[in-house]
């Protein structure tokens, strides 16, 4: 435990959190900045004398509870959790789950990339965010419930009322090796998660194809380059496929472009004009 970074540390996350930024009034006569010492102790639930003697680098080693808590006072970032966690000699464990939470900027860069079909996974293989492009190339994600977003569980599994392989595509037998080798790496990183186990054993249970797969023990999966997309509507969509990692949210920004000038790229721009629409409902 290194107390004097620790006090340094906690000292420095108070100052800057305002009592606006936690729901706190700020009051007269406020002559330090940020939060004082009995606000975070409060919102810890942890004692000012405790909290107080932390500061001052002559406090007993913190439990991992009370290290979470003040995480969640602070509102650190993980990366500052995992610091604090250091900092008091109790390295963190795995994060309890794969994390949903999209950063904004990224949610903003779907929207900035009207020719892209976009889409944001989690660790899981849900999909937890997308632009208005891959709504109308895949689903209207947004009508469906969270369990149906999960990309996994309805290629393997099937969506109601959809035959396979899911959205027609032309790589379904790549895609099934590809999300149980995925999925595996998953259930490593966070095997206290009772969704990813949930998950996991739901596949097993009800898809002889993902079992077997999931026998095989393999976590390395070759990327895939490219491919089409037979939309219900526009007939096939030959595009090419990239993936961004977005590491410190185990978090994955999946790119659907056309080539330029190619028959795919108009059948694009026409699904980006109509959107999620019905174009085969006659008048």
Known sequence: MDRRELAAF???RRERITPADVGL???????TPGLR????????????EYYTR???ARGPRPSREVLAQLARALRLSDVERDHLHHLAGAPPGPPPGPSREVRQSIVDLLDRLPQAAAIVLSATYEVIAWNDLAAALMEDFSALPRRDRNLVRRAFLGPPGHGRPLYGVS???????????????TAARYPDDPE?????????????EFARLWAGHDVTAAPALCKTFHHPVVGPIAVNCDVLDVADRDQRVVLYTATPGSPSAEALRLLSVVGTQRMDVPG
């Open 171 to 185: 790589d379904a037998d790549e895609f099934f090796r590809t999300s149980a080798q995925h999925l595996r790496a």
């Open 37 to 48: 010492r009995e606000e975070v102790a409060q919102l810890a639930f942890i004692s000012t």
């Open 196 to 208: 990813v186990a949930a998950l996991v054993d739901e596949l097993v249970v009800g898809s002889d």
């Open 25 to 31: 009034p700020a009051g007269p006569r406020r002559r």
């Open 54 to 56: 932390l500061e001052q």
């Open 10 to 12: 906690l000292r420095t």
